[in-house]
């Protein structure tokens, strides 16, 4: 059985999704190795990896030649980011050392940290003619407004503005926040999708609804049919050339009926294996675009499949 190793960058915690994948391996005729690149090896998905590597900050400049160390010494052959910072480090990996052949489903780093810019991705979006919410300007004001960290997730430091006071407190600060319309009466729909990375080809996109959140990710999701926001998903997809896994968030006005982009992660969710359960096998579309297969197919998810998570326990001894 041929052996194909995992480096997951930044997934401490993604224990379910790295468990997902050596079924699919199983699946592919595969042996699947994870190996965790964490600050903090002592974290959960030491449960489930070969091996944990006790990594540098994502600032640090010895970080590449770090990776590239790691990489040649277990013998990686697919580079999975699992957090923001963990994009762009992975993209630029995979363009320095290209004679590696590491597999990387995500986009360049430019078009990735393009995406992680509230401010720049909205103005990318609206030139590519995709809805989003108004991006409020200076101009008459308007008092059903948001504003959100330019370089924020996970839903921290979101302000909501009710009053001519509090907006003139966001006067100056337009370089460090994203100021659009607030949606009071909303839905917001998360799509897994993949995109294949050789052909550009979207292999599936599955909508699901996070019902309950902690700590800014889902823990309680179910699948959705809605074919609004899977074709906008479409939409988005082949309008900004993104490949790879994609996470596509959607906000739903439900008093006027518009379906508008409220950001995109490229990469995959913190709730992704709600889709994987359903139907949409994301770790099986990844391990058939890394063998360069002609025919990549990951099913479709049911709609209505409830996912929620609870806590376990993994415990390191001191000899551990």
Known sequence: MKTVTILFLGGAKRVGMARLFKNAGRVLGLEVHIVGYELDCACPLAAVASDMVEGLRWSDPELFGHIDDTVERLGVDIMLPFVDGAVGVASEYVARYPHRGVFVPAPGRELAEKMFDKVAAAEFFERLGLPIPATYRAGDPCLRLIAKPRFG????????????????????????????????NREEITVDCYVETRTGRIVGASPRIRLETAGGEAVRTVTVD????????????????????????????????????????????????????????????????????????????EPGVLTTRFLDDVVFRPND
């Open 226 to 301: 809605s074919p609004q926001a899977s074709e906008l998903a479409r939409r988005t997809l082949e309008a900004t050339g993104l490949r790879g896994a994609v996470t596509v968030q959607i906000i739903h006005d439900l008093d006027d009926d518009r379906y508008m982009i409220m950001e995109i992660n490229p990469r995959l969710g913190g709730g992704a294996v709600a889709s994987v359960y359903a139907g949409f096998n994301l770790p099986k579309a990844i391990l058939q675009d890394a063998a360069g297969e002609p025919d990549i197919s990951a099913g479709k998810a």
């Open 153 to 184: 997730s996970a839903s921290k430091g979101i302000v909501e503005i009710n009053s001519l006071q509090k907006l003139f407190e966001f006067q100056g600060r337009e370089d460090r926040y994203l100021i659009q319309e607030r949606i009071d």
